[in-house]
Each structure stands twice: as structure tokens, then as C-alpha cells.
């Protein structure tokens, strides 16, 4: 993958060491970071603490003779968005401001960036007047301004048997529309192999489209480097994530429709030392239960375990569908006059039947503090996402003894992998509160036991 540069900081690195700004060793030490990040110096710089953004823009603006705008309460001229894309802006770091007879001044954070000035020279056919702005401010306006919030266009997908994702793929063109097709396309490609989880994954190659398939992942191509950032970029704004971020973990959703009926998918988006990595995970709307259980017998059995204190476990394989029946669940089985409430990282579709909270990170409101903080909104039924935690076996725990009716999701290949996990001891108290097991073969074959047939066949 290609590094990332700024130029004008590459340039004028050793210069910070002379003007006894900072040291030869912070030189090469950020510069080893900026390596192992793929990150430019300055943002190493900056990052690091070894020199303040304001102090580095007045370094440049001295060396440059190039004038350096604060552009926090600064209004753009809004008619100069149309001479560079959102994907120019993004990619080159750049803010058109205003034009003037023919003078475009546009606000760079890499004004040494001659590549980026001819080409926007030749696209506008203006004469270019760059000033210096902080690349985090520049990226700041650029989603204030830009109108990038769109949304993925109805997929179709009873046409063309034999689409596959990479006919969309122009490998020069950074066209927002280009970038938008070309993950619509992705997607329908996916709905179409009956795929619910994908992933981007940078590589030597460029970005790689992967389909996870019975438990097996299986890659389907490669998106050029080139289009990398715009195009994760573009789907960070599609699912309301900060484009702007890529160092700590985001995540979000996003909503579209495919063959007229609505589609969620969450989004996973992690930093790693060869970039971000970016998970998709497609839910379908929830299926009425008798559509999932055919036996009228099992779900007035579940019934009874909605309204009885303890724990329902929700079990199966990975992409089994353990969500999509809790949601049937929650939606048509929560017994009247009682509260049910959940707890999702994200909420997949709104149930009529169930107050959903969705943990929000960046605001603190994270599982720990939903968990200590939940009872006191005295629900009945409470579904927890999954058990990944000592923490979460204990609180789960500890509500049931408090009379609530608990519904959560717990990972097993089969019968026997699902004994073999339970045999650990610190499960033993959790066993005994469990008043209901489904165990989810497949999507033909679903297992209910009961109270009595978990003592005596399973657990």
C-alpha cells in the first residue's frame, strides 16, 4: 500500500531540527511511526505531542510565505463546491473558499502538493491561489459542507444472473457516483450469494472484498489503492461514521432496500497497522415466529418462558440467525402489561414490542454502564446482545435472581460444543437459572427444550 505523505512537511522536516523546534531523534522516530501507521509526519507530529498544530502552521506559514487561515468560524463561498468533487477534497485535503475574477484560493494542508493543484487547474480552468489550513479543520468543513449523507439507491436483484460486483469497477475513477455504484454493487452481489457478512480488508494488492460463507471466508476481488480512502471514506458517510477518524474504532449502520423490502447492516470499522478494516453485517426484517417454528406447541412453550424469571438462551452456529429469532421473539411474543427493553451495540429494526437502547461509545454510554443502570427502568424481559465478558456472565446472573426473564445469545456449533463450553465452572450458577434453551440448527431445524429436558439431556 502506498504511504501517505505530506510533502510540504517531508520537505521541510529538517528544518524543525535547525530552527531548534524539536529534536533529530523526534524526526525519526515520528517518521518510524508514520511508517507503521500509514499516516503522514505531521499528523505523527501532532498526534505525538512533540509539536503543537498551531506552532507547526506558523512554522509553515513563515517557511512558505504562504498564508495560513483558521477556517473554525470561517464561511466558505458555497458556489465554489461545485469545482471540486468530494472526493478531490477528501483525498487531496483541500477546501475551495472563495473565487475572485477567475482566482480560486483554496485552503490545503499540503500546499507543496503540486499534483493536486494541476489537477484541480485543470479541471476548473482557474487560476489557483493556495492558503494553509490544519488538515483536521479542513476535514471538519469538508463534511460540514459537502452533502455526503446520501443513501444507497434501491438494489435490484432478479436482473442479470450473472452480475458480479466487479463490473462496477473503474479502477481510476474517484467520481462520488463511481464510488456509490461501486458499493451498491458489492452489496448486491452479496444479497444475491445469500452472503451476511463481509469485510474490506487492506492488502499489498489494494483493498480486498471478502464474503464470509459457511463459516469460511472467501475473497472476492480487489478495489486499486488508489480508490482505498475515498471509498471507505464514502461508506463511513453512507453510515453516519466520522470519515475523519480512522485511529480508534467506529460503529454505525446502514438502512437501504433491496427488492422493495427494508435492509439493515451494521458496520465495523478497526484500525490496524495496514489500515482500517471495515465488517458488514446484514440482518433481514424479522419473519413472523410461526414462519421459524413451525410447531405451535414450542411456541406456546416459549410463551410460558417469557413469562417465567430466568434465562433464555438463544443458541447456534455464527450467521445461524440467533438475532433475527429474538427479534420474532420480542416482536410478537412479549407478554402484555410487561416491559421488555434490550441492549444492542446496534439496534437492527425497530420492534413494536420493546424499548431498544443502542450503546453509543463516543457519548460513555457503553455496555458496562447500560448494565449497572438498566434495572432501575424495572423491566420485565431484558435481551443482552451476547456473553463475551465475566462481567456480562455475572450480570445476567444476578438479574435473574432478581426475578427477571433474560434473553440472550450464545455461540455453539452444535449440542455437544454447547455441553463441552458449559462444562467450565464458572458457568455452573448460570446453568441453573437457564428456563429455556433454542437451539438453532439451521433454518429447518430448530430445537426447543424446556426446564426438565435441560437437566435430563443437556446440561
Not at 463490473?167 to 455504484?181: F, W
Not at 463475551?388 to 456472565?393: H, N
Request: proline share 3%.
Amino acid at each position: 500500500m502506498d504511504l501517505v505523505t505530506n510533502k510540504t512537511i517531508d520537505k521541510l522536516k529538517y528544518d524543525l531540527v535547525r530552527n531548534n523546534i524539536i529534536t533529530f531523534e523526534d524526526i525519526e522516530h515520528a517518521q518510524s511511526l508514520a511508517e507503521a501507521q500509514n499516516i503522514n509526519l505531521g499528523q505523527v507530529l501532532i498526534n505525538t505531542s512533540m509539536i503543537s498544530e498551531h506552532d507547526l502552521l506558523k512554522f509553515l506559514e513563515e517557511k512558505l510565505h504562504i498564508p495560513y487561515v483558521d477556517l473554525e468560524d470561517y464561511e466558505i463561498d458555497k458556489k465554489c463546491l461545485n469545482y471540486i468533487s468530494y472526493n478531490e477534497a477528501l483525498t487531496y485535503k483541500i477546501l475551495p473558499l472563495f473565487e475572485i475574477e477567475d482566482i480560486l484560493t483554496i485552503a490545503m494542508s499540503d500546499p507543496l502538493d503540486l499534483f493536486a493543484i494541476d489537477k484541480i487547474i485543470e479541471r476548473t480552468n482557474k487560476t489557483i491561489e493556495p492558503v494553509l489550513g490544519s488538515e483536521n479543520s479542513i476535514l471538519k468543513k469538508i463534511n460540514e459542507y459537502y452533502d455526503t449523507k446520501g443513501k444507497v439507491q434501491d438494489i435490484v436483484t432478479n436482473t442479470n444472473p450473472d452480475f458480479k460486483w466487479q463490473d462496477e469497477l473503474h479502477s481510476d475513477d474517484l467520481n462520488e457516483e463511481h464510488l456509490q455504484n461501486l458499493f451498491r454493487a458489492i452489496l448486491k452481489h452479496a444479497i444475491k450469494e445469500n452472503v451476511h457478512e463481509l469485510y474490506f480488508e487492506n492488502t499489498e494488492e489494494g483493498l480486498t472484498v471478502n464474503f464470509k460463507k459457511s463459516g469460511e471466508n472467501h475473497p472476492t476481488g480487489t478495489i486499486p489503492t488508489l480508490l482505498i480512502n475515498p471509498f471507505i471514506q464514502m461508506v463511513k458517510n453512507l453510515c453516519a461514521l466520522d470519515p475523519t477518524v480512522s485511529e480508534v474504532p467506529q460503529l454505525g449502520k446502514l438502512n437501504f432496500n433491496v427488492d422493495s423490502i427494508a435492509l439493515t447492516a451494521s458496520i465495523s470499522a478497526f484500525p490496524t497497522i495496514n489500515g482500517e478494516r471495515v465488517l458488514l453485517k446484514i440482518y433481514h426484517p424479522p419473519k413472523k415466529i410461526e414462519d421459524i417454528i413451525k410447531d405451535k406447541e414450542k411456541i406456546d412453550t416459549l410463551k410460558s418462558m417469557l413469562a417465567t424469571p430466568g434465562i433464555i438462551l438463544i443458541s447456534g452456529g455464527a450467521l445461524s440467525g440467533k438475532t433475527h429469532l429474538v427479534y420474532s421473539i420480542l416482536n410478537e411474543l412479549t407478554p402484555a402489561n410487561s416491559v421488555a427493553m434490550t441492549l444492542e451495540s446496534v439496534a437492527k429494526y425497530k420492534l413494536q414490542n420493546a424499548l431498544q437502547c443502542e450503546l453509543n461509545e463516543s457519548v460513555g454510554f457503553n455496555m458496562d454502564k447500560a448494565m449497572r443502570f438498566i434495572e432501575f427502568q424495572s423491566p420485565d424481559i431484558i435481551y443482552f446482545e451476547g456473553i463475551s465478558t465475566k462481567e456480562g456472565l455475572d450480570f445476567l446472573t444476578s438479574l435473574s435472581l432478581n426475578n427477571k426473564t433474560l434473553i440472550t445469545e450464545f455461540l455453539a456449533d452444535n449440542i455437544e460444543d454447547l455441553r463441552r463450553k458449559f462444562d467450565r465452572s464458572e458457568f455452573s450458577l448460570f446453568k441453573s437459572l437457564i428456563t429455556g434453551l433454542v437451539f438453532i440448527h439451521n433454518q429447518n431445524s430448530i430445537e426447543l427444550f424446556d426446564k426438565n429436558a435441560l437437566g435430563k439431556y443437556l446440561l
